[in-house]
């Protein structure tokens, strides 16, 4: 079975704190996601990665970066955390030709 | 642009029944995937069923199964004889199938099945 892991379930940071949120894939596959989710509006998109050292952003990238070294490493980083950005983030990836997506079980991050 | 469009903020059924989950899409394009996924309150999202536009059939799994019609881009879930297991939110989704992977994600419905 595909698995994603992320590295906290829940973290609580303070405004102005700089954030990492791992992800880790064990399948080998080529692209991983970063997303929020809230509610009502869904999941949206931050960024994506479509190999080593690539990435693309996605609908809301604005306050965040990402780093790829490894191709089953994807880091999400929030370079100054604000309340705004106090949200669920879920990691997933995902290999063509079946075009899924395997998600990680999200970290639930509050900034106060 | 894709959109996805859930119609359907929440939804209930008794257990045993059956219950049909609607999604509308919209997209230019001839060649994509739409999903269905499921959301316990445990959040771990999970892959329900899946489809390619290029087939006719439409997808099922188990008690799961969807209306695909291409021409009204709809992508309905139906699920059969419902389990308190199956309360959760529910996304539909679309993808390309040349830009990487790249998912448009619904809003959701949520799902509650009353024993």
């Known amino acids: 079975d595909v698995k994603v892991t992320q590295s906290s379930r829940y973290l609580v940071k303070r405004t102005g704190e700089k954030v990492f949120l791992e992800c880790v894939q064990d399948?080998?596959?080529?692209?991983m996601f970063w997303y929020r989710q809230d509610p009502g509006l869904g999941l949206r998109l931050i960024y994506f990665?479509?190999?080593?050292?690539?990435?693309e952003k996605g609908d809301i990238p604005e306050g965040y970066s990402v780093s790829r070294e490894k191709k089953e490493r994807f880091s999400l980083i929030l370079e100054s955390a604000s309340t705004n950005q106090t949200s669920m983030y879920l990691c997933?990836?995902?290999?063509?030709?079946?075009?899924?997506?395997?998600f990680g079980p999200g970290t639930r991050l509050t900034v106060t | 642009a894709q959109t996805v469009t859930q119609s359907q903020p929440e939804m209930s059924v008794q257990e045993a029944e059956t219950v049909t989950l609607s999604c509308t899409y919209d997209?230019?394009?001839?060649?994509?995937?739409l999903f269905w996924y499921k959301q316990p309150p445990s959040r771990q999202m999970i892959l329900v069923i899946r489809?390619?536009?290029?087939?006719?059939q439409n997808a099922t799994e188990n008690r799961f199964s969807v209306n695909f019609q291409k021409a009204a881009k709809s992508f309905s879930l139906k699920i059969s004889d419902s389990q308190l297991g199956d309360t959760a939110m529910y996304f539909c989704?679309?993808?390309?199938?040349?830009?990487?992977?790249?998912?448009?994600f619904g809003t959701g419905t949520s799902l509650t099945v009353i024993p």
């Open positions: 997933a990836s995902s290999s063509l030709p079946r075009g899924e997506q395997y």
């Open positions: 399948m080998d596959h080529e692209n």
């Open positions: 997209t230019s394009e001839n060649n994509y995937y």
């Open positions: 990665s479509y190999d080593v050292k690539m990435k």
């Open positions: 989704a679309f993808a390309l199938t040349n830009t990487g992977n790249q998912f448009y």
């Open positions: 489809q390619e536009a290029y087939k006719q």
